[in-house]
C-alpha cells in the first residue's frame, strides 16, 4: 500500500486493465486511480456485466441488530467510543429474542449481529447465546464484533454464526495509530489478521472494509482488495465479501473533518472491487443514500441492508432499555419499500443464499 502511487497510472493502463480478463492487482491499481475516473462509465458496464455472470440479477437482503453498545475503545470517529457521552445499554436473552422475532416477522431470513468492543460487557457466551436464539428465526447469521481468537470464532460458528466481517478502518498504520487513541483497538496486527483466524475457525465466510475518508481512500481501498485477494488466495474455499462505507457523522462529535469521498469516487470504488473480485460479494449499507443504493445493486454491489437501525433495542417497542445508535443513517427505507425497489428495478430480491441440510 505505500508503495502504491495512484498518480503514476495513465490512461492506458486504465485501458488494458478493462480489457483483460483475469486482472492483476496492477490492473485493480490502475483501476482505482484517477485516471480511471474517465471511463466510469466503462467500468459500471463490465461491472454490471461481471455481476450478472456470477449473481444473476438476485440482490441478498439482511439487518444488523445491535444487542450492545459499551465499548473499551477511544476511536474519534465512532459514536461507541468510550469516551463518548451516549446512552449504553446490552439487551438480554428475552430482549434480544423479541428483536429478533420482530425482524423475523417482516420476512429476512439473515441477520447481522453486532455489539461495541467490550469483551467485558460482551463477553463470548453473550455472543454466543446471541447466535443461538437467531438460529431459530434466521438461515443466515453474520458477526460484526470484536477481533477474537481462532478457538473463539470456533466457538460461535459452533453456536450458529456463518460469518464474520471486521472493518480495519484504514491500513495506513501510523494514521491508524493518531485515530485510535486507547483500548484494544490500537494493535494493528491482531486486527488485521481476524478475518484468517475466522476462516481457521470455521467460518464460511469473511467480510473486508476500510472506512473511506479517514485516510487516502485510494490507498485504503487498493489495501482492502489486496488483502481479500490474497486471503482468497490462501483460503480458496472461503466466501469472500467487501463493505463500502464512508465516514458519517456520529452523535455529540461535530469535529469529524474526513477526506471527502464523493458518490462518483465510491462508485469507482465498488466497480472496481467488481472488476478484481468478480465472485466476491459487494455490500452498500444505509450510510448511503437510497438513490445511490438503488443505482449501484445489480450493477456492481449484491447485498443491501433494510430496515436498519443503528441504535440498541430499536426495532421492537417492548423492549425498553435503548440505546444510542453508532452513526447517523441516510436510508431508512423498511424492508417492504426495499424489496418493491428492487423489483421495480427488475432484480430479485434473496432472503437467504444458503441452506443447512
Same mark, same amino acid.
Given at each position: 500500500?505505500?508503495?502504491?502511487?495512484?498518480?503514476?497510472?495513465?490512461?492506458?493502463?486504465?485501458?488494458?486493465? %478493462?480489457?483483460?480478463?483475469?486482472?492483476?492487482?496492477?490492473?485493480?491499481?490502475? %483501476?482505482?486511480? !484517477?485516471?480511471?475516473?474517465?471511463?466510469?462509465? $466503462? @467500468?459500471?458496464?463490465?461491472?454490471?456485466?461481471?455481476?450478472?455472470?456470477?449473481?444473476?440479477?438476485?440482490?441478498?437482503?439482511?439487518?444488523?441488530?445491535? /444487542?450492545?453498545?459499551? #465499548?473499551?475503545?477511544?476511536?474519534?470517529?465512532?459514536?461507541?467510543? #468510550?469516551?463518548?457521552?451516549?446512552?449504553?445499554?446490552?439487551?438480554? *436473552?428475552? $430482549?434480544?429474542?423479541?428483536?429478533?422475532?420482530?425482524?423475523?416477522?417482516?420476512?429476512?431470513?439473515?441477520?447481522?449481529?453486532?455489539?461495541?468492543?467490550?469483551?467485558?460487557?460482551?463477553? %463470548?457466551?453473550?455472543?454466543?447465546? *446471541?447466535?443461538? /436464539?437467531?438460529?431459530?428465526?434466521?438461515?443466515?447469521?453474520?458477526?460484526?464484533?470484536?477481533?477474537?481468537?481462532?478457538?473463539?470464532?470456533?466457538?460461535?460458528?459452533? #453456536?450458529?454464526?456463518?460469518?464474520?466481517?471486521?472493518?480495519?478502518?484504514?491500513?495506513?498504520?501510523?494514521?491508524?495509530?493518531?485515530?485510535? %487513541?486507547?483500548? !484494544?483497538?490500537?494493535?494493528?496486527?491482531?486486527?488485521?489478521?481476524?478475518?484468517?483466524?475466522?476462516?481457521?475457525?470455521?467460518?464460511?465466510?469473511?467480510?473486508?472494509?476500510?472506512?473511506?475518508?479517514?485516510?487516502?481512500?485510494?490507498?485504503?481501498?487498493?489495501?482492502?482488495?489486496?488483502?481479500?485477494?490474497?486471503?482468497?488466495?490462501?483460503?480458496?474455499?472461503?466466501?469472500?465479501?467487501?463493505?463500502?462505507?464512508?465516514?458519517? !457523522?456520529?452523535?455529540?462529535?461535530?469535529?469529524?473533518?474526513?477526506?471527502?469521498?464523493?458518490?462518483?469516487?465510491?462508485?469507482?470504488?465498488?466497480?472496481?472491487?467488481?472488476?478484481?473480485?468478480?465472485?466476491?460479494?459487494?455490500?452498500?449499507?444505509?450510510?448511503?443514500?437510497?438513490?445511490?443504493?438503488?443505482?449501484? @445493486?445489480?450493477?456492481?454491489?449484491?447485498?443491501?441492508?433494510?430496515?436498519?437501525?443503528?441504535?440498541?433495542?430499536?426495532? #421492537?417497542?417492548?423492549?425498553?432499555?435503548?440505546?444510542?445508535?453508532?452513526?447517523?443513517?441516510?436510508?431508512?427505507?423498511?424492508?417492504?419499500?426495499?424489496?418493491?425497489?428492487?423489483?421495480?428495478?427488475?432484480?430479485? !430480491?434473496?432472503?437467504?443464499?444458503?441452506?443447512?441440510?
Amino acid at each position: 500500500m505505500d508503495a502504491y502511487d495512484p498518480a503514476r497510472y495513465t490512461a492506458g493502463d486504465v485501458r488494458r486493465a %478493462l480489457v483483460q480478463e483475469n486482472r492483476t492487482p496492477e490492473d485493480f491499481a490502475a %483501476l482505482l486511480s !484517477p485516471a480511471a475516473a474517465p471511463f466510469l462509465e $466503462e @467500468m459500471a458496464r463490465k461491472a454490471k456485466e461481471e455481476t450478472r455472470k456470477h449473481f444473476g440479477n438476485t440482490v441478498y437482503l439482511f439487518t444488523p441488530l445491535y /444487542i450492545a453498545n459499551y #465499548c473499551e475503545n477511544y476511536c474519534i470517529y465512532c459514536g461507541f467510543n #468510550c469516551h463518548n457521552k451516549i446512552r449504553r445499554a446490552r439487551l438480554n *436473552a428475552e $430482549e434480544i429474542e423479541k428483536e429478533m422475532r420482530k425482524i423475523a416477522e417482516t420476512g429476512l431470513q439473515e441477520i447481522l449481529i453486532l455489539t461495541g468492543e467490550s469483551p467485558s460487557k460482551s463477553d %463470548l457466551t453473550y455472543i454466543g447465546e *446471541a447466535c443461538r /436464539i437467531a438460529r431459530r428465526y434466521f438461515k443466515v447469521i453474520g458477526l460484526e464484533v470484536y477481533p477474537m481468537n481462532t478457538e473463539d470464532y470456533r466457538y460461535l460458528h459452533g #453456536c450458529g454464526a456463518d460469518y464474520v466481517t471486521v472493518f480495519q478502518e484504514t491500513y495506513h498504520a501510523g494514521k491508524y495509530e493518531t485515530l485510535h %487513541l486507547a483500548g !484494544p483497538k490500537r494493535i494493528f496486527p491482531y486486527r488485521f489478521y481476524a478475518q484468517e483466524r475466522a476462516l481457521l475457525g470455521g467460518m464460511r465466510g469473511v467480510g473486508f472494509a476500510a472506512l473511506l475518508g479517514l485516510a487516502d481512500f485510494r490507498k485504503d481501498a487498493f489495501a482492502t482488495g489486496i488483502h481479500a485477494w490474497l486471503l482468497q488466495r490462501k483460503f480458496p474455499q472461503a466466501e469472500i465479501s467487501f463493505s463500502c462505507p464512508r465516514l458519517r !457523522p456520529i452523535i455529540n462529535n461535530e469535529k469529524i473533518n474526513p477526506q471527502d469521498v464523493h458518490e462518483s469516487q465510491l462508485l469507482q470504488v465498488i466497480t472496481a472491487y467488481r472488476l478484481f473480485l468478480p465472485y466476491a460479494g459487494i455490500t452498500v449499507s444505509t450510510r448511503e443514500c437510497a438513490r445511490f443504493r438503488d443505482h449501484v @445493486m445489480g450493477l456492481a454491489a449484491t447485498k443491501i441492508s433494510a430496515g436498519v437501525s443503528t441504535g440498541v433495542g430499536s426495532h #421492537c417497542e417492548e423492549v425498553e432499555d435503548k440505546g444510542d445508535s453508532q452513526f447517523e443513517i441516510s436510508d431508512g427505507r423498511t424492508v417492504a419499500e426495499v424489496w418493491e425497489s428492487l423489483t421495480r428495478r427488475g432484480l430479485q !430480491p434473496v432472503m437467504s443464499d444458503y441452506l443447512y441440510v
